[in-house]
């Protein structure tokens, strides 16, 4: 990266450089988000979407223990792991003692915690799909009872792999979730031979879900989760990390850990204030579409559900996952010894020089992921029925608009985590959530049922905008100066090189015609005007004289390099 930043994360434990944690990173997530996204169309001709299938159900139950892991595990840990290993690796014995106090206390609460919420699943699917129809909520109910286990496996996962990265080993934490997407393909393909597909009737009313059908599908799903976190049993071992339980808790010097999970978790359930709305937008829509079916009316366009909603937030976060998690990830273990240094500037520069790298990616990939909506999700999930394509790409872009704020909001959690903060993101979590609220609500009262999941998703864009600009001047108080003029010269002229980019590409889309007839069009049209774009993007840039582009590039081809020579394994 440039500038007189440097590279960001040079120095990584472990001894490798951030080209080499992020190429590892990188390709483990690019094959399991191709992975992910198979599995999803097999769900899809499996369990089917919307109105009279079993897919709405199965994402209501198979989300929950994503959900409760965020609100309980994934930000905490985020939160705490990666800058309390960081320090305690200073201690005499290289952290040893406390790692181990650390893990035992971790895997005891996800497992008290499993046990509680998987008792409550019954409250859990009425909170998260009251709307539903009470005959597939029984079903969602009995799914529950097998999916909520995977938080435990999902925290043990989370906590195996901050260790890693806390101590320089990316590989593993990425590659994992590539045995998970393969064990519940094959489980899927399993289902569809011994119950065959949705389209052939299978599944399609409640009363089909017996216990050996739920188990099937829920079972597989759990197994998959729970070899996820065990496969990275070994990667501990090859780094050194030789645990023991130890419940010895006291004087263990976990109180900065407790206090960085106390705010973190409050953080994360303001958070889910907002998630909440929109998981009940999004029954309430399946809902809608149920009584015009009842009542023999027809609509134009399908009504977007709980499903399109999850099938476009899993397309959203692909180039999040290749990216900006891949980058942050490599970069916060950085950030971490700095902070704890106190090489304040330091941490500036790989804040400053992140957020302006990452903006040459997001922005792009917000204006073709806005522009070319339709052609994505007709060619990502092309099992998509045609009548619901539309509302599925409106969703799409919905959650598109907000990639640029999520990257940024990102950076700035990690900052703030690197210098054990977390009482100032749980406070910025209120107006985030009071967005997506006030979206939801307005959308509820206000507009037809089409537009509910479309305007919920447009207010959690807006609230990582709103987010990450509160979090970024909240930095002021940690670090010398937050170098606001150059990151803002540098969206300026992306944003010049981003807006012609876009108006292009729509222009063109809509010569052509925006929705293909079927997959090979539609990919056609991606594969073209996606060229294109960027092409022109690039174009811009370089005459706006954007020094970030060879930044981002440079590691990107050395990652090229990396896997065709087959050197980005763990």
Not at 66 to 83: D, E, K, R, S
Not at 98 to 105: E, H, Q, V
Not at 195 to 213: I, K, V
Not at 433 to 450: K, M, N
């Amino acid at each position: 990266m440039s500038g007189s930043a440097g590279t960001p994360g040079a120095g990584n434990p472990g001894g490798g450089s951030l080209a080499g944690a992020f190429a590892k990173m990188f390709s483990g997530t690019l094959v399991s988000r191709i992975l992910g996204m198979v599995r999803s169309l097999v769900l899809l001709a499996a369990l089917g979407a919307g109105l009279g299938s079993g897919g709405d159900p199965f994402n209501v139950a198979n989300n929950l223990p994503n959900t409760i892991y965020n609100l309980l595990a994934g930000g905490v840990m985020n939160a705490i792991l990666v800058p309390q290993i960081v320090r305690a690796m200073r201690s005499r014995d290289g952290g040893s003692e406390y790692l181990n106090k650390l893990i035992t206390l971790a895997g005891t609460i996800l497992f008290l915690a499993t046990v509680v919420f998987t008792v409550a699943a019954p409250l859990l699917v009425m909170l998260y799909a009251g709307g539903m129809d009470p005959a597939w909520r029984a079903v969602a109910i009995a799914m529950a009872l097998w999916c909520i286990p995977e938080l435990f496996f999902y925290g043990l996962y989370a906590l195996f792999g901050n260790v890693l990265n806390a101590r320089g080993s990316f590989g593993p934490y990425m590659w994992a979730p590539v045995l998970n997407n393969v064990v519940s393909i094959t489980g899927l393909f399993v289902y569809i031979w011994v119950f065959g597909t949705f389209a052939s009737g299978s599944g399609t009313d409640p009363g089909q879900w017996d216990a050996a059908r739920i188990a099937l599908v829920c079972g597989v799903s759990l197994l998959g989760v729970a070899s996820q976190a065990l496969v990275l049993i070994p990667a501990l071992r090859r780094s050194g990390v030789k645990f023991k339980p130890d419940f010895k808790f006291r004087g263990a010097g976990l109180s900065g850990a407790s206090r960085m999970a106390k705010w973190a978790f409050v953080g994360l359930l303001i958070g889910q204030v907002g998630f909440l709305m929109l998981s009940n937008v999004a029954n309430a829509a399946n809902g809608a579409a149920r009584e015009i079916a009842a009542s023999g009316g027809t609509l134009e366009v399908a009504i977007p559900t709980i499903t399109a909603y999850t099938s476009a937030f899993m397309v959203y976060m692909l180039p999040q996952s290749l990216v900006t998690t891949s980058l942050v990830t490599a970069v916060f273990t950085s950030m971490s010894n700095k902070a704890a240094a106190g090489n304040h500037t330091g941490v500036r520069d790989d804040m400053s020089s992140t957020v302006r790298t990452l903006g040459v990616f997001t922005m792009f990939a917000s204006a073709a992921m806005v522009v070319l909506a339709l052609p994505v999700v007709q060619t990502v999930l092309f099992t998509t029925p045609a009548g619901a394509v539309p509302g599925f790409a409106a969703v799409l872009a919905a959650l598109a608009v907000g990639i640029p704020g999520q990257s940024i909001w990102t950076v700035v959690q990690r900052v703030s985590f690197a210098y054990e903060d977390a009482r100032t993101l749980a406070k910025i979590q209120i107006p985030m959530s009071a967005i997506i609220v006030v979206f939801g609500a307005v959308s509820l009262f206000f507009l037809p049922p089409q537009w509910w999941v479309v305007v919920t998703a447009l207010g959690a864009s807006l609230s990582q905008y709103v987010g990450s600009l509160i979090g970024y001047l909240s930095l002021r108080t940690k670090l010398p100066s937050l170098d606001g003029s150059r990151i803002l010269r540098t969206y300026l002229r992306l944003t010049l090189a981003t807006v012609p980019t876009a108006l292009a590409g729509w222009v063109l889309l809509h010569f052509w015609g925006p929705q293909a007839g079927g997959f090979f069009g539609a990919f056609l049209r991606l594969a073209v005007l996606g060229t294109l774009m960027l092409a022109i993007y690039v174009g811009l840039l370089r005459v706006l004289g954007v020094s970030e582009l060879h930044d981002l590039t440079g590691p990107l081809l050395r990652i090229l390099k990396r896997l065709r020579g087959g050197g980005a394994g763990a």
